[in-house]
């Protein structure tokens, strides 16, 4: 068997398959000049990652995947599994359920970065132990998680859940869900929300709350989606209230986003799977043929940062992705995103601070 | 074939194995509260392991393995090597042939961690030369080495060497060896005797040298064991002398650990392979209808760092886990362990240095 | 299908095959004691490379390898790949056609190191596109080009080029190649060119330019070579133009070298492949009978660091170079330098910048 990589099988149920992934993304940003902001030309290898994963008989499975971009290594997915039907148990460094875009692969998103509050509000994988259940047309999630593995051992933790109903209707794939996340800090902690403009080859933050005193935080989202042929639409929303200590108030800040998008070749539709977007396998792939798949997107995206006090800015973007897909494991993308700030972190001439940033970006994108 | 992942075989003697482990930890310590130290809950992971191994015609071969846990990267093994019948030549980083249970893989040890003086005597993986040589019953090795690969390159160096008699007596694996130890280091070297209480997931250290000026260490273990059926026994005791420049007194500090075990299901015993203990393959694993093997272990674990002026404290340990390994490639273990600590490094209420912590640790691993 | 490693394949076009490499170094430096410089025994893990490459249906592939040695991780090659015919286009992180012995891969070079320039000139792996054309006995390559991967994102740039004539002439195979380079720096860059005396292992220069501000970089390098059964030859020489910021002159820094090498066992010739040395797979390897390949060469390095101001010093560098080919993938060398120097950084007796330094070396290498 053949899934990018080779699937090995043993006898009695083992299977050993590699993973990994190459996007390696190039760009430029337009800011005002007045912000001092760093701007111009931009590359980077975005993510670059290998590792493997497998079954174990008995109902045991592994997946273990690092990430080497910008000459660090960071640990991706460290899991050792076990399932029983639809049941399935993890322990390890994972994703803590935090929703639907942040939970679709980095390989499989409408734009080359997912929705500014996913990074803002600080989704990541986390060391913990959780269990998921996919029935027919539902899947419930839920863990208790300590922190990531990088910054272990401390006595942070968090409990997780997630909840969708994946309806197939008149041969719609439907998606809706809910997540709940709650997280208590050891005392000292502070907490930064802030987010890139749009590409990630920046350090420049134009909407940041700056570091603030946080003793536990307080999630709720909201997910919606729809896939029909060759169109899909996409929505999600997310509070996140934080708990400050003693009197300061407690802001609950809101990011958000909706998309659209349409498939421009001939039987081409968007993957799903197991309540995320899944790989796209175009209809007349290159090298059989065909052209690939050609697809456009059109995405608004928000981010709140400005609550109670705290002024962080808020972020309007607007987005226009086209995204060729060759060959089911080989994707290019070109993606042009306009952000609107106001109260915006780095204020430009006269103190200005609404103004607009634009950013543009290409990626190629090889997996297996 | 296949041994945790695929042995893919090719013509003419190649082999290659991809090679890993994943090991997630948990669990909590008890200190007095005086004493200041960090307590409570931890979590981490503790080995996040990926490597490769493989056999090259003509009698070459080579393992190459790599250490994730906590974001960084370690090289664990990187040797090339050459074998002919009995005779093994490794050249890379390798261990030194310490004694039983730091030669011992971490994933087929009784307890979540090895015996103190493992690690409060600085036993590590260094870049050397080495030959051993495995006859009826009798095992050889020796090397030369310089230091771990991370530190290189200077000008520190050793000797090592080991000699293990490992008869069968009646249906019992029996294990009698001596090992000796000689470094020397660059002048202006200082080393640093410590240990973690019982469990890794905390830096803090009761027992603790701090740093001295050391030219030179001279260690020597002696080492017994022996398996019969469900049951099996471990010795070790560790004398490590350091040379101190000039006139300063040289201590010999001290560590050893005796160990019982016992299988509580029928037909499991303790794995043995060519002078260290190997996995356990339980007789009724999960997946065929069984429920794997369950083993008790009791263990005593001294280590004595106070010496000629130099006054580290004394750590007794006592510990009991439970492991069960549902198949031959996954294991679960809990552990209690309680520290009994004179002299130590850390006070406690009124100065005193004489106390106990408790420390209680979960471990979910796999490895192929 | 076996070249090293397994190589995996699919149907339809799919291929993978994991890469590795292990070069275990060990050696000595004599320098005049007066200049202070570290010298005596010195050892390292040279280089601990991991990773995959494989092909993917329609014409695309990929080469992505890690390099672990010294503990910490640098990517090598990371690159997503398209091939037509003769043509192959690349994009992410790959070598930027600086030359023969640069582009020859480190398992296959004369010398434990390559020819003193490639170092001191910078010349490394950078994040671009480029593409290439083999046609009959001839090859063009090139490439735009930003910064390392580790470096990035910066605002550096490089468009690079090189054309290779590889013509057979009566049973022998012929090189003449040349290359260009062009780079632009951010302002405020600095460059710094210096290399170690021959060996790795130390981090001890006695040649040395310091830190000179730089604006842009032209460089130009000739190259010829010719194998012809046991006997080869290669000379290489590369002008490095340097344009320093204002009124500074700009100086042109040179380096170069010419070897011969000569296989003593009967059979034996150097592997030569698509513009750069290849391979050696020896007549009568060990394990068929055969005792390997053995090979000795002759070379001369020269390096000139000493123009327009900048007063780097001068290296002439003389080495013997014995290479032990047991089996296709493994390789033993011995190497003696003895580099002269002139205005050499470090200063010996009396301020004296003329003399001497020896350095011996062996290498240990499987490779995969």
Redesign the interface.
Known sequence: R?K???V?E?????S?K?R?R?Q?D?GTIAAPAATGAED??????RR?R???E?D?????G?K?E?D????????AD???TYGDGGLTVS???HNTFQGLEELTSSRFISTMERAAFTDAFGFERR?GLSAQYAADGWLVQAGVF?DN??D????N?SVDGRLVAMPELGGAQLHLGGSLHYAEYESGTTLRYRQRPFVH???TRFIDTGRFAAGSELGMGLEAAAIAGPFHAAAEGFWQKVDRPGALADPTFFGGYAEVGLFLTRGDTRGYKRGVFDRVKPAS????GGFGAIQVNLRYDRLDLSEAAIVGGTQDGYALSLVWT??D??RLMANYGRMEYRGAAIPAAGGERSYGVDAFGVR???D?
């Open positions: 053949w990018g990589a080779p090995i043993g006898e009695g149920g083992w050993f590699p990994g190459l390696i190039a111009g030309f931009g590359s980077e290898i670059a290998l590792g493997v497998g174990i008989p008995g109902g045991f592994y273990f690092l080497f971009a910008g000459g660090e290594v960071e640990i460290a899991i050792a322990a390890g460094q060391v300590g593995a990088d272990l051992s401390n006595r933790w080859f920046t350090d792939p290159v090298g059989e060759p060959t494991h080989t190629a994108q090889i297996f």
